[in-house]
T-cell receptor, first 111, second 115 residues
Framework: RKEVEQDPGPFNVPEGATVAFNCTYS??????FFWYRQDCRKEPKLLMS???SGNEDGRFTAQLNRASQYISLLIRDSKLSDSATYLCVVNLRGGGNKLTFGTGTQLKVEL | EAGVAQSPRYKIIEKRQSVAFWCNPISGHATLYWYQQILGQGPKLLIQ????????DSQLPKDRFSAERLKGVDSTLKIQPAKLEDSAVYLCASSPFGGNQETQYFGPGTRLLVL
């Protein structure tokens, strides 16, 4: 079983749609959780951290369910510029800052 | 603030040849990481440095890969000899101290093709 699992997509959605990505992780000792965004042929960049209480940044909402070992990302009112690959990332407790990445979910927002 | 610098940006070599990549992290960042990203996959950590010491190299194929950060600033990653399956993007990242919640800042990567 992969340490971090994501649906690779692609998710093709019209502009203005709401889209949700899910991610599961296998190690219950995971401590920190993130969503990174990676544009085509570019480097990954931090989109947002994910907290147990849930957190929101504009059109983006991230949720964490530790009991189910499940992380989600919701994008509302999607824009063309949201087209990218979204990487689910976890960090083990006591593991320094060693990040484990999922394979990513590709999003294509269309007119 | 200047970002993470990497060179070269692209490299094409034949199998069994050697290749080296260079990374200069964000100024003042103590922690430096090398990742390998194969097409269609997420980045995989190869090695993590804290200043000039190795913190984690558990996923580095040590029979052919080596890395150093002698002065605790810039770093080189070498592959010798290269195999076809080493074709990937090699990403360097840095963070201030290596703490669990720290953001890692990635460089643009070196795209390697082994023929």
């Amino acid at each position: 079983r992969k340490e971090v699992e994501q649906d690779p997509g692609p998710f093709n959605v019209p502009e203005g749609a709401t889209v949700a990505f899910n991610c599961t992780y296998s190690n219950s000792a995971s401590q920190s959780f993130f969503w990174y965004r990676q544009d085509c042929r570019k480097e990954p960049k931090l989109l947002m951290s994910v907290y147990s209480s849930g957190n929101e940044d504009g059109r983006f909402t991230a949720q964490l369910n530790r009991a189910s070992q499940y992380i989600s990302l919701l994008i509302r009112d999607s824009k063309l510029s949201d087209s990218a690959t979204y990487l689910c990332v976890v960090n083990l407790r006591g593991g320094g800052n060693k990040l484990t990445f999922g394979t990513g979910t590709q999003l294509k927002v269309e007119l | 603030e200047a970002g993470v610098a990497q060179s070269p940006r692209y490299k094409i070599i034949e199998k069994r040849q050697s290749v080296a990549f260079w990374c200069n992290p964000i100024s003042g960042h103590a922690t430096l990481y090398w990742y390998q990203q194969i097409l269609g996959q997420g980045p995989k950590l190869l090695i993590q440095f804290q200043n000039n010491g190795v913190v984690d190299d558990s996923q580095l194929p040590k029979d052919r890969f080596s890395a150093e950060r002698l002065k605790g600033v810039d770093s080189t990653l070498k592959i010798q000899p290269a195999k076809l399956e080493d074709s990937a993007v090699y990403l360097c990242a840095s963070s201030p101290f290596g703490g669990n919640q720290e953001t890692q800042y990635f460089g643009p990567g070196t795209r390697l093709l082994v023929l």
